[in-house]
């Protein structure tokens, strides 16, 4: 299960950190994910982790975007800086690959 939360409306060149709690799997045995959809479109990657501290970028966040893991409180962060109105999406974490379940994720709208 995840639940991310930290979504929010936000003006481009702005801020935001998500969270991601996780619960009912080895949290430290996994590679995890952020992704993000906006209507219309598929899923999309926006940055990976894996158990290892590994991490993965898409292009267009890369040097905005950091992503974090914190295995003993099985949560997952996304650090977004300068913020772009095309940044603007619902936010989900999983694992990586994903699994089947996917939490509600939380909202981001970057607009002045």
């Known amino acids: 299960q995840f639940v991310e939360s930290g979504g929010g409306s936000v003006q481009p060149g702005g801020s935001l950190t998500l969270s991601c709690a996780a619960s009912g799997f080895n949290f430290g045995d996994y590679s995890l994910a952020w992704y993000r959809q906006t209507p219309g479109n598929e899923r999309e990657l926006v940055a990976g982790?894996?158990?290892?501290?590994?991490?993965k970028y898409y292009d267009s966040v890369k040097g905005r975007f950091t992503i974090s893991r914190d295995n003993a409180k099985k949560m997952v962060y996304l650090q977004m800086n300068n913020l772009e109105p095309a940044d603007a999406a619902v936010y989900l974490c999983n694992m990586r690959p994903p699994s089947a379940t996917w939490g509600q994720g939380t909202q981001v709208t970057v607009s002045w």
């Open positions: 982790i894996t158990s290892a501290g590994d991490i």
